[in-house]
């Protein structure tokens, strides 16, 4: 072949293999190895950092409602004892009050009877004393002394007089 | 050797081809043999450096090799101390070059390597395939840049270096390495290695080989088809090794044409002026706007390489009939 650009050329071919594999070689060793693991590190740290990201925000997400879930349990459960106390302290006041109407109608009720008994005391006082003066002034009237017995029925007599109809 | 005269005074003109049209014109000027000295090897009798033969192979520092050795230390250097710097740092915070590299291993594995070799492979065959991609483009790159032209260009304007001098040849080194197709078929090869590995790794050996032919066929079909997919075997490398070859060859090629055409038009009209003229207007511009699209070329064909290195590794892989 006298072509030039066709010329073959054993030496050259078997350059280009040496030059080209010695050169894969190195790069293989010292730049695409390397540059390639960290190329698929920062990838898997995107990744991982985006996933993270994902991950915490979902968790906030879920704090925020189970504290939102709390607030309102919390809130409910404020309301609940305010309006138990509101109720409890109603039916305390209603108590006392009862109680206080009751003692005051006992007391009432005690006087009005003591006053009561102590008019019929007193009106049992009046009556005997108004018998003893009436006998006493009867018997100086007649000048004579009864028997007990008659002594007795005239009180009697002279009682059912007094007394008024019952 | 006699400078030719037609090419002194339009040194100005451009600063690709000049010395070269310098050294091969022997009284006329010779655009074929201008553009191919710039495309090829060096001559198997001039290499930049002698070595010794192993085995009966040349091992010698041609163009080249030296392209070769130049771009693997580039890119070496340049990637190593880039990712080094980058994994020092307390955070990971990429700057400055790291961006564009992030940028390059990101889309090459996230988009060329996991959606071929599938997520169980990508740490197996991400260096691999990256350093295909870093090293084919690198070479395109630096073969797109006219730095060891311009550097002929001071040698040979203040230099003056004997011919085939150890300055001229390295000077002269500056040719895409990936325009020769010994480079492309080599970087082949080690695909074609890579999808027997692949389908090994993923299958077993014996397994790999099975499923290069669909299974539960008549025994008629598998005459036919095994043979085809034997073909289709070496076809891959084949395609692969012609097509970055050839595309790295044509822009270079279609730049020189257009280049040559000061010194054709000079030597036609036995004026420099109408030569000077025509560089300035004809030349320049269309060299410039092929230079253009040789960027986007560079790019392109470093991405299907790549690209296609990475499906037939994962059709070892992910073995779908």
Redesign the interface.
């Given at each position: 072949m006298d072509n030039a650009l066709v010329q073959p050329d054993p030496g050259l071919f078997v350059w280009t293999i040496l030059v080209f594999l010695v050169l894969l070689y190195l790069l293989k060793r010292y730049a695409w190895g390397p540059l390639l693991a960290a190329l698929d590190e920062r990838q898997a740290g995107i990744r991982k950092s985006l996933d993270d990201a994902d991950r915490a925000r979902k968790e906030l997400e879920q704090v925020q409602q189970e504290s939102e879930a709390i607030i309102g349990k919390a809130r409910g459960e404020a309301d609940a004892i305010v309006s138990e106390a509101r109720s409890d302290s109603a039916k305390l006041r209603e108590d006392l009050r009862r109680q206080a109407q009751q003692e005051a109608q006992s007391i009432v009720e005690n006087a009005e009877r003591q006053i009561q008994q102590e008019r019929d005391r007193a009106l049992a006082q009046i009556r005997r004393e108004a018998v003893d003066v009436s006998i006493m002034i009867a018997s100086k009237l007649i000048r004579r002394n009864l028997s007990p017995a008659d002594n007795q029925a005239l009180i009697d007599e002279a009682l059912k007089q007094i007394q008024p109809p019952a | 050797m006699p400078q030719p005269h037609q090419a002194e005074p339009t040194e100005h003109a451009t600063d690709h081809a000049v010395d070269h049209g310098a050294e091969h014109g022997e009284g006329g000027f010779d655009a074929g043999e201008v553009i191919?000295g710039h495309?090829?090897?060096s001559?198997?009798d001039h290499p930049i450096l002698h070595l010794p033969?192993v085995f009966g192979?040349?091992?010698?520092i041609?163009k080249?090799?030296f392209m070769?050795?130049l771009v693997?230390t580039a890119?070496?250097l340049l990637?190593?101390t880039t990712?080094?710097r980058?994994?020092q740092q307390e955070r990971?915070v990429p700057d400055g070059f790291m961006n564009a590299?992030?940028f390059i291993?990101?889309f090459i594995?996230d988009s060329i390597v996991l959606p071929n070799v599938g997520a169980k492979y990508v740490?197996t065959w991400?260096?691999?395939i990256?350093?295909f991609f870093?090293?084919i483009l690198s070479a395109n790159v630096i073969g797109l840049i006219p730095i060891f032209e311009v550097l002929g260009l001071i040698d040979h304007t203040v230099l003056h270096t004997g011919e085939h001098s150890l300055v001229k040849n390295i000077v002269h080194g500056g040719t895409t390495?990936t325009a020769?197709?010994?480079?492309t078929?080599?970087?082949a090869?080690?695909t074609f290695f890579a999808i027997i590995i692949a389908g090994t790794l993923a299958h077993g050996f014996i397994q790999h080989w099975k499923n290069l032919v669909p299974h539960g066929l008549a025994w008629p079909v598998y005459i036919l088809l095994i043979p085809i997919e034997i073909m289709g075997m070496f076809v891959k490398p084949f395609a692969l090794t012609m097509r970055l070859a050839a595309n790295m060859?044509g822009g270079h090629i279609a730049i020189f044409a257009i280049l040559s055409f000061v010194f054709l038009f000079a030597q036609a009209f036995g004026s420099n002026l109408a030569g000077i003229g025509v560089g300035l207007f004809v030349s320049v511009p269309l060299a410039v706007g092929i230079n253009g699209l040789e960027i986007i070329v560079v790019l392109v064909q470093a991405y299907v390489f790549t690209l296609l290195s990475a499906v037939f590794i994962g059709m070892a892989i992910n073995v779908h009939h």
């Open positions: - | 191919i495309v090829t090897n001559s198997p033969a192979i040349d091992f010698s041609s080249h090799v070769l050795l693997a890119v070496f990637i190593t990712v080094r980058y994994l990971l590299l992030e291993v990101e594995r740490r991400a260096p691999l990256l350093t870093c090293f390495a020769n197709f010994n480079v078929a080599a970087l090869t080690i060859t």
